[in-house]
Every structure is written in C-alpha cells, then in structure tokens.
T-cell receptor, first 115, second 114 residues
C-alpha cells in the first residue's frame, strides 16, 4: 500500500511567520503535488514536481514555494504566512507512466490556521 | 473559470437506494476522469476512474458513466450504505498520466439517511 505522510495534522502559526509543511511518500513515486482545500472551492493545485529538484507552478502558487531535494520528500513553504492561507493542505503522489491509472495517493492533510 | 463543475453541493439519499452524483466539464482536452471520496479530517481516497475512450466503468457498487458529447459524467452508488456518507470530488486530467495534476470540482456532500 502506498503511504503518504504529512508532518503535522494541525498547525497554528502567526501572520508573517515562515511555515514549512513536509510530505513524505514511501513508494518511490516520481510525481508529487500540493493542493489546498477550502470549503466551497474544492481542491486547488499549488505546486507539483516531476522529480528531484524539479518544480512547476500549479493554479495558485502565489505566496508559496516548494522544495524537493529527495525523491520521497516534497516540502511546501509559506514564506510569510497570511490569514488567507488558513486552509487544509493536502499532499499527493503519483507513479509516473502508469498505463492504467492516473490515481494520485493523498496524505491525511495538514489543517493550518494562521492568526 | 471553473473547468470541472459539481453543481449539487449536497445530496441526501435513503439507505439502500441509488445515489447519483453528477459532474460536468468544459475542457475538451480532458482524457481521464476520477472520483475521490473524502471524510472530514482525512485525505481524499480514490474511488473509481474512467478513460475518455470508454463510456462506463464498474467496480462493485460503484459505476461511473461518461457522456463525452455532453461533457458530463456521473457516479452511481447502488445500494447506498451509511459508510458512503462523505464528500465526493470529481477530478479530471488533460496530460499524459496525470503528471500535471488534477482539476477538481467543488465536491458534493452525500448524506445517507437510515
């Protein structure tokens, strides 16, 4: 079974703080993703990565950056947290080139509150 | 511009009956569609998917139908069970293998009444 873990389930930070959200997957997947989920908005793609050291902007990258130094780990960074970044953050991974499935495996999520 | 639309924020169905969740899309380049189920405080879990070259895919109690000409898909759950109460997200991909991420709808909260 694929396992995607996220470093924290709940996090409370102050406005202006630098925030690191960590994600680790154990199935040697090349592709990793960060989404945020907000009520009434569904899941929106922030950043994704095809492989180590590679990163691409998703639909809502403003205010975020990412780091992928190792294949199994993908970090989301909020350089200066703001209250509008209060959200549920979801990490996912995908086995590249699977002929039968585009299924992304999700972690349990981190509920971030910025006060 | 919302490319994947789930127009029903919530749906209430009696236990044992059929649940039908609908999804519409606007991007003709989408080639793969997925349904995810999400419980509160958990990550989404994959439920079922369908390629754009098919019109139906079935897995146990779950069936997904795709009408390409109408740009519409639906998820049927028969029979509905209490454990099916969750938020269901429709998602679509327009890249090879989904490597560029998925585009999600806003979700439908399914409530199964005993």
């Amino acid at each position: 079974d694929v396992k995607v873990t996220q470093s924290s389930r709940y996090l409370v930070k102050r406005t202006g703080e630098k925030v690191f959200l960590e994600c680790v997957q154990d199935m040697d997947h090349e592709n990793m993703f960060w989404y945020r989920q907000d009520p009434g908005l569904g899941l929106r793609l922030i950043y994704f990565s095809y492989d180590v050291k590679m990163k691409e902007k998703g639909d809502i990258p403003e205010g975020y950056s990412v780091s992928r130094e190792k294949k199994e780990r993908f970090s989301l960074i909020l350089e200066s947290a703001s209250t509008n970044q209060t959200s549920m953050y979801l990490c996912a991974s995908l086995l590249a080139g699977s002929p039968t499935s585009y299924e992304q495996y999700f972690g349990p999520g981190t509920r971030l509150t910025v006060t | 511009d919302q490319q994947v639309k789930q127009n029903s924020p919530s749906l209430s169905v009696q236990e044992g009956r059929i649940s039908i969740l609908n999804c519409d899309y606007t991007n003709s380049m989408f080639d793969y569609f997925l349904w995810y189920k999400k419980y509160p405080a958990e990550g989404p879990t994959f439920l079922i998917s369908i390629s754009s070259i098919k019109d139906k895919n079935e897995d146990g109690r779950f069936t997904v139908f795709l009408n390409k000409s109408a740009k519409h898909l639906s998820l049927h759950i028969v029979p509905s069970q209490p454990g099916d109460s969750a938020v269901y997200f429709c998602a679509a991909s327009n890249s090879g293998g989904g490597a560029d991420g998925l585009t999600f709808g806003k979700g439908t909260h399914l409530i199964i009444q005993p």
